[in-house]
């Protein structure tokens, strides 16, 4: 099984120029995406695979997947840390 992530539904968001000001309703905590969080936000638009965000990743950065798949793996658990992205297994 491989894990899908996708933006969970209660988050309210808007793009700041390069940038995604997300926060959950009934929190104080406001959270600014950027760089590559906020180019993992805007793939997670849909549900994705992990290995689809790893080489979707890839290609716009151009860089060999295997380079920097950890950082987008610890990108998606600093996001579903913060409750802004859901994990479950396809």
């Given at each position: 099984m491989s894990a899908v992530y996708?933006?969970?539904d209660q988050v309210l968001h808007r793009n700041a120029g390069p940038d995604v000001v997300a926060m959950l309703p009934g929190e104080g905590d406001v959270h600014l995406?950027?760089?590559p969080a906020a180019v993992v936000w805007e793939l997670l638009s849909e549900e994705a695979a992990l290995d689809g965000l790893i080489h979707a990743m890839a290609d716009l950065?151009?860089?060999?997947?295997?380079e920097i798949a950890?950082?987008?793996e610890t990108c998606l658990n600093d996001l579903a840390s913060r409750r802004l992205v859901e994990m479950h297994r396809a």
């Open positions: 996708g933006r969970a995406l950027s760089g950065y151009d860089r060999p997947a295997e950890a950082s987008v």
